[in-house]
């Protein structure tokens, strides 16, 4: 998942502390950076990362990016500023991240201090006083925390535990994690070196970035493989049932459907699925003492038969996924998904734990081939669906609706809507139709000011067609601003309809 690496460079990380040897002797910043720097090393690939600094004031020194040579090549060419002051971070970290990945994306939060908390105003401590007035009550403060995303703060102290500073660091740190609802404080287990603040970070890795590796079968078929984003556990607390539970080691198909039957099922997690090379195993083997055979290791990875990549090509080509078993009771869907025209992956997405987790579908452990029965179950009336509970209606979620996250987004919008007003009157009815769909949107998120401003576009537009262009054009872009303008408009069950004119129209 997306990792923000958060690196205190007050003047208080300048502080030295005495290495291993005498004539050894580093600053906290220079600990913190080469813990930072085994951290990274334990990234996959495809590990989405961002460095930011802070002080008084924050930087993002580096976007997420999955190159991580070029974060570590940051790491060493940050300054020393300020004081301490947690509050404008914890306050900007949210914006950064949910116009990158957007509120629903897990992303861990990496803060990296020395356990100095400041003094006086914006003091952890003062800040902690005034962000619980909040809580009580209070609206002229207004607390940073919960992150407006779902992400852990990870808070790692470069500090000696036996400090006297600490006994004051560590409720505080706490108390901001309790806030958050979901993180981890990390305290060296030893006075302050270049080895312990490496252990401190190695397990942070081995908790938070240690890969999935499990083995996905289908009958006699099986493969190794790996997920990414590693799978997290599963827990919900209800009135009634309280429900814990983890991805196990073996992933079993237990069937396959149309993709048309599984339309769009709520999921909870989605993951790309990854086969195992013969490298990655002799290296697990060489870190666990054993030795692979060396006529394997010479084989290309790219030359090897693969289940996972039988099954894409299989999946794509059928329209079809594979209903997978992935804990007991816990189901989800393998299937061929492209995230561009040319390239598309196998990818595991993760119903909630229950057999009745997709509702048309029924118990997912009824399922069998129709095949199984003597007698179709509706009669003999074939075009009918198998699934009893299946609506007739399409869900919200299966229908393509206007989704503004982004300012990419509403532009996408208006600059569909202006190609097809320059090729107007070609264009008409995709011109009404885009116009409608753009204006139905602001109307459903209460932005009734984008109609007045796609009002005033289209008299621009008008006002900008060439000598050459259909009259009709023009009559078209001002009947539909002015209709934008109308107290029709307003109503999102009106329709803004072409004008009728007396000019002949190729399409019309």
């Not at 500090?159 to 660091?169: D, F, G, I, L, W």
């Not at 074939?382 to 987004?409: H, L, M």
Request: aromatic share 8%; with cysteine.
């Amino acid at each position: 998942m997306p990792t923000v690496l958060a690196l205190d460079v007050s003047l208080s990380m300048c502080r030295p502390v005495k290495g291993e040897t005498a004539l050894e002797e580093y600053s906290r910043k220079n600990l913190a950076i080469h813990g930072l720097s085994s951290l990274i090393d334990q990234f996959s690939k495809l590990e989405f990362t961002s460095l930011i600094v802070f002080s008084y004031l924050w930087e993002q020194l580096v976007p997420f990016t999955r190159d991580v040579d070029t974060v570590k090549t940051a790491l060493n060419t940050v300054g020393d500023y300020s004081k301490t002051c947690l509050e404008p971070f914890l306050t900007g970290i949210s914006g950064l991240v949910v116009e990158e990945f957007g509120g629903t994306t897990s992303v861990q939060v990496i803060l990296v201090t020395d356990g100095s908390t400041g003094v006086g105003t914006g003091s952890l401590s003062s800040l902690i006083d005034l962000w619980t007035q909040s809580n009580e009550g209070d609206s002229t403060v207004k607390c940073p925390l919960p992150f407006a995303f779902k992400g852990k703060l990870i808070i790692v102290c470069i500090a000696n535990p036996t400090a006297p500073e600490m006994k004051k660091s560590i409720p505080l740190y706490e108390k901001l994690i309790e806030l958050n609802g979901d993180g981890e404080l990390f305290i060296p287990d030893g006075p302050l070196s270049m080895t312990v603040v490496q252990d401190m970070f190695k397990k942070i890795a081995e908790k938070y970035y240690t890969p999935y590796t499990g083995l996905l079968t289908c009958g006699h078929l099986e493969c190794n493989i790996t997920l990414y984003p590693s799978p997290e556990p599963f827990n919900k607390e209800s009135e009634f049932v309280s429900v814990h539970t983890t991805v196990s080691e073996k992933l079993e198909i237990c069937g396959f459907m149309d993709l048309q039957d599984i339309a769009s099922p709520p999921t909870v997690s989605r993951h790309l699925v990854l086969p195992v090379t013969n490298k990655q195993k002799q290296n697990s083997a060489e870190s666990s003492g054993e030795k692979g055979k060396e006529d394997e290791d010479e084989t290309e990875d790219g030359k090897q038969p693969s289940f996972t990549v039988l099954l894409h090509g299989s999946l794509k080509v059928e329209g079809m996924v594979a209903v997978t078993r992935v804990a007991e009771n816990w189901f989800g869907i393998l299937y061929s998904w492209a995230d561009s025209k040319k390239k598309s992956s196998l990818m595991l997405s993760l119903f909630e734990p229950g057999a009745d987790s997709v509702s048309w579908l029924g118990n997912l452990n009824y399922l069998a081939p129709i095949t199984d029965f003597s007698e179709p179950p509706y009669g003999d009336d074939d075009n009918r669906t198998p699934f009893p509970v299946r609506p007739k209606e399409k869900r919200s979620y299966a229908q393509s609706c206007v989704v503004w996250i982004k300012a990419a987004g509403l532009q996408a919008d208006l600059q569909k809507v202006i190609r097809h007003a320059r090729k107007l009157p070609d264009k008409q009815q995709q011109f009404y139709k885009e116009l409608n769909r753009v204006r139905k949107a602001a109307l459903s998120f209460g932005f009734n000011e984008l109609l007045e401003a796609m009002a005033g576009m289209l008299e621009r537009e008008c006002t900008m067609l060439p000598g050459t262009a259909h009259p009709d054009a023009a009559l078209q872009l001002t009947h539909a601003a002015t209709k934008l303008r109308s107290d029709d408009a307003k109503q999102a069950s009106q329709l803004i309809m072409p004008l009728r004119t007396n000019f002949s129209q190729d399409d019309g």
